[in-house]
């Protein structure tokens, strides 16, 4: 079942974890991890969409960062329901580090990711598992990710084609990078190549994961929707863009990577970046995704310059 560690126990988290494990069982085949702090009103759905996935030889860990709400006694109650699910309850430094909590604990050979308030597609585990079996390590299985607003509405669908890195380090506005973990898989092993998730980045610790891992692992693009990302109010990537913080520490991590390409690629996916982050471009996109309300706003600032208005 799951434990609360107290103050003298969080010093030897892996060993109480270990203890819950039933003896003579089978190594799992996949590892999914769980960062959550105070997330009492998803981590219920979290944990059933896991489990609903039908793989037979799985943990779900979820690491909680001592929540207040009322979220690890939960987590207690479903840890009786469900014998695969792994809970560690203690503070920690944020979600990169126990993300990294997590993966030290996972004992699959393949991790995903996945945050509580985001949910798998129905059959996405068993699919990615035979996929990852199937291909060398280290390497990085993505799919399709569900982009949708508070409502659960589908925004749009995060499509990412293109995987080399350089592509990659193209930005956003260029180039769909893997949005969100609950989209994308991987061996283990990249981290015994690029080490764990980097404790010092709070709004683009998977961004700066994936420009290293790309670097060292295979990258497989699936053309199947995998994953749902869900912008709910409270989710960083929404309050970091409220609060203007994500963008430039995402623009940072990219600035980071690009100068370790080889001379001639990183002039050109520089240069390529910065006439993309020109008004010019921001305004073509515009024009490009909203037509309609351009042509309005075109409309009317011509009516102002002519004095018809």
Known sequence: MARKLNQDQRGNSKDVLDSMTMSGKQEPVLSIVTPVFNGRAYVERCVENVASQQ????????VDGASTDGTI??????SRDWGHLRVLSEPDRGQSDALNKGIKLARSRTIGILNVDDYYEPGVLPRVTSLLEDLPEP???VGNCNVRNENGVIEFVNRPR???PWQLMLGTELVQFPLNPSAYFYHRSIHDAIGLYAEDEYFAMDLDFLLRAVRVADFHYINETWGNFCL??????VSGGTLGISIPQREEVYARHRATLPGMQRRFVSTIAAISASKICDYARFVWRRPD???RRLGYHLRRFTGSE
Not at 232 to 237: A, H, L, Q, V
Request: charge should be neutral.
């Open 232 to 237: 709910s109010p409270t989710c960083k990537t």
């Open 55 to 62: 793989v037979s030889r799985l943990e779900h860990i979820v």
């Open 139 to 141: 390497s990085v299985v």
């Open 162 to 164: 293109w995987l080399r």
């Open 293 to 295: 309300l351009a042509a």
């Open 73 to 78: 006694e939960l987590l207690e109650g479903l």
